[in-house]
């Protein structure tokens, strides 16, 4: 889920206008055939993550490009996603605290996580899940009494076809989740039925994530009207500070901010493994050096785009322009050889 | 989900645990001699300055007398016991009692004690003896016998005074590993409770006992318990938090992963879940292992009182550990970062209230945190009667006069006060907080409430990353198991807890289901 659901409704608002949210759940389910591909790569090339199937399949050459690319995609996207930390907190929150210390908190955080393993980082992950969901809900729930419904109609007023271009504004998110499955491979059970329980794991968080982006998308279009949610780019903050209970809760931004911190440090964690999982793949740079030396590189990354729109165009580039096509291409093609291998019985090394 | 299946994967690797037990340490024992006097002479040079050492030289029967000397320690033994039925019935032996292996008879015919035990090497008597025990030499045998007829100075089985209870046994553990143990076979009356004694410390030759129950513990973790404890090589342990450091799984963290428990119906309660006791002479602090984050909101009253209160007291547990933990750091985030978050009344309250204060709300919060923890530390190490004056003073101090004489606002003294209550509501937890919450206060004071969340963050993924003897810190609740929440957040009837926690025990069975009662229709009616 990561932080999909902190731009999403921006994005399809963008593209598709006041019809925008009824692209979030189609796109998502788009994740479901690319889930599907790399788990049918995990049954056929047990305990091995992605770019090491591609140097088998594609050969030593066309293997470690792709893992080169994989490794810069992926490292510079998790720069950019340190640098929207800073960014958030500042625009919303702490605009007088030096940016340079959520950077650092963040990524101490980060790098903490990722030395404590995998099995750790699947717990946290655990934790703050439910936490993210209760926030969004509550979030979405406090903000029913500020609802007009009628900026949703007409329906479908500019016909289809914007809904298809905002589908693949969303593509990417489930991009995101296909690249950090590229790498998690080699820690899966291989046997059918623990399989068997992945794929329907596949099907579940797709529409559940998709689901609630959905939502989220729905209920910002209806607060502030498709314009506004296109020039809100962090509108689920902006309904954070609107909220009001009575008069005792007011302007609880602050803390979904605490739980969406949550949620980006599980992103930015999932880059850093992937980086690390691609330097060792590829390069055979493991060890501890090799971790700070990434971390160093995210926080370069991040003060290299300090402000909030030069950020916000970079991260659009980086998922419509690097991580879309790069995935799709990649995980089809590395499908469909591999497929084509097996058919002829053909074995790389 | 993702948890599961990568614990699932990783389970295969895990390493094994079958290295053999502890072993004693192989030296060469010295033998006991046929001629008694040289046995004497090897005991004097054992204990060359022993003025407390008891040697008492004696004949065995009048006609063919055999010469003999029982040794032991002023002070370990029972004397009128001893008197009674060691010396009485061996100075009224008769030579024709005598007859065949003058050590076998005494042993089998004469001596009026439960336990006596025949020894060969010097090293087994010298143990004997420093153990309490009265130890026997007889001249031609070159074999001794020692008697366990013990008796020091021992406190009486009493109230624990750190865990008190309104309803429940009042019983507590001592300082005799004996009675210890008796105390927990007198819960658990069942031959499965398996008590394997060990040894120790070089100098101290401490006693301590492995207690678990066969076919409802681990074995796994019993065969690594005993594991940890044998390659403890130290000087002395004088008591269970010596053990405690040498084998538990993260020396460096806040958060301990071996319970203890001075209760015997606590430390059954655990022993009946799946755990594994170790009891150590000299001390009633008995360590249960494995320990896991949730056992610090439960307490033995909940067991025996009705589920609604119960379940009413731990959540209201798990808010005073989030209080005494955060409170004091979110206050400072609030006031000085986040005044948006405050009802706008509440907030004018507060300005109001902190406008003479001379400080910033951080430099308030740790000073009156560290007069507290001053105070708290007084209060406990001086005598009662001293203690409630300084905690009356202390209350004046860091209340009253702070607040009159301008140097602190009124809230925060509410806060520290709120804070330190609730720190004693979860009294395992009660170091862990205390740090825990300065820490806190540090991240809040320069960051409001991302370095709160950073500082909860960080502590959630150390906790992710404990495991006590195998078992992660947080289970049930992450990796979340369903069954095992029956007695986390809630407190089912006891006729609804039928398992035992999952991932303490292969043997998940308590009880059989459908235990609800049903009592029959009123025939009245």
Redesign the interface.
Known sequence: MGTTFLPVASIVSSAGGRDGWMIVLPAFILGIPYGLMVLSLLSQFPNKNLLQVSEIVFGKGIGKLIGVLYILITGYFGGLLLGQVGDI?ERS??PL?PIS??YL??II?VF??CK?????F??????IFPLIILALILNLTLSISRIEPGVLLPILSEGVMPLFWGGLKVAPFVMEYILFMAGILA???TDMK?IG??RR?VWRAVFLVGILDMFVAFTQILVFGPFETTRIVYGLLVLGKMVEVS??V???E??F??VW??AL?IKISAFLFTVVWGLETVMNLKGLKWEIAVCAVFMGIAFGFVRGSVLISEISFVDNYLILPFTTIWILGLWGTARWKKGKNIRGN | ???K??????RKKRRQSSEPLCQNPSGNPTTLSKKLEDNRQAILNTFPKADDLVIREFTIGSEAPVQAFAVMIFGLFNEDSVNENLFKPLLSVHNNQLTGSTLEIIKESILSVSSVQEVQTLEDTVTGILSGDTVLFIDGADRALIASIRGFAARSVEEPSTESVIRGPREGFVESLGTNISLIRRKIKNPNLMVEKMTVGRQTKTSLAIVHIQGIANDEVVQEVKKRICRIETDSVLESGYIESFIEDAPYSLFPTVGNSEKPDIVSAKLLEGRVAILTDGTPLVLTVPYLFIEAFQNSEDYYSRPYLATFIRWLRWLAFFISTFVPALYVAITT??Q??L??SLLISIASANEGSPFPTIVEALLMQIAYEILREAGLRLPKAVGQAVSIVGALVIGEAAVSAGLVGAPMVVVVALTGISSFVVPAFTDVTTIARFVLLILSS?????????G???F??HQ??LRSFGV?Y?SPL???NGSGLNDVIIRKPWWAMTSRPHSLSRNTTRQVDSLAPSPPENPGN
Do not use: N
């Open positions: 907190y929150i702490m605290t210390l959520f908190g963040t955080l903490y996580l404590s393993g995998i099995e750790v699947a717990r946290f992950s655990e934790v820690f899966l059970p623990e329980q992945l794991e008069r005792t007011a302007g609880v602050s803390l901010l605490g911190l949550g440090v | 989900m993702l948890t299946i990568i614990r699932k994967s990783t970062y986040h948006e978050l009802p706008t320069f960051s409001g409430l991302y370095g709160v969340m950073l909860f963050a960080g959630v993924i992710l990353s992660p947080m992450v990796p979340l």
